[in-house]
């Protein structure tokens, strides 16, 4: 069992920058996947971004490329998501989850641990 623990969600203004960091418990995800969701009021829960194991793979949807960096630090069980010129579209609960075959899918039902989430809340 992995349990995951999102956080540094908060309020910033458009244009601002958060760094969301994903640790996992003890158990080490050195071999896992993890994918970035978010989940905005009333929508459903969409990729933001992954990163395969060992970090050589990373993917990101098109509403965040060139702004977002998925990253991981396998020594720290911890994988961050840097979130840069931050528009209030990009309001919404952000969870990460861990894939146990090392990929880095944009298929949600694929993943199979989850944390709790973190509030990200952009202001104009």
């Known amino acids: 069992q992995v349990q995951l623990v999102e956080s540094g969600g908060g309020l910033v203004q458009a244009g601002g920058s958060l760094r969301l960091s994903c640790a996992a418990s003890?158990?080490?995800?050195?071999?896992?996947?993890v994918g970035w969701f978010r989940q905005a009021p009333g929508k459903e829960r969409e990729y933001v971004a992954g990163i395969n194991w060992n970090g050589d793979r990373r993917y990101y949807a098109d509403s965040v490329k060139g702004r977002f960096g998925i990253s991981r630090d396998n020594t720290k069980n911890t994988v961050y998501l840097q979130m840069n010129s931050l528009k209030p579209e990009d309001t919404a609960i952000y969870y990460c989850?861990?894939?146990?075959?090392?990929?880095?899918?944009?298929?949600?039902?694929?993943?199979?641990?989850w944390g709790q989430g973190t509030q990200v809340t952009v202001s104009s």
């Open positions: 003890a158990r080490t995800i050195g071999s896992y996947g």
């Open positions: 989850a861990a894939d146990r075959r090392g990929s880095s899918t944009s298929n949600r039902d694929l993943y199979d641990y």
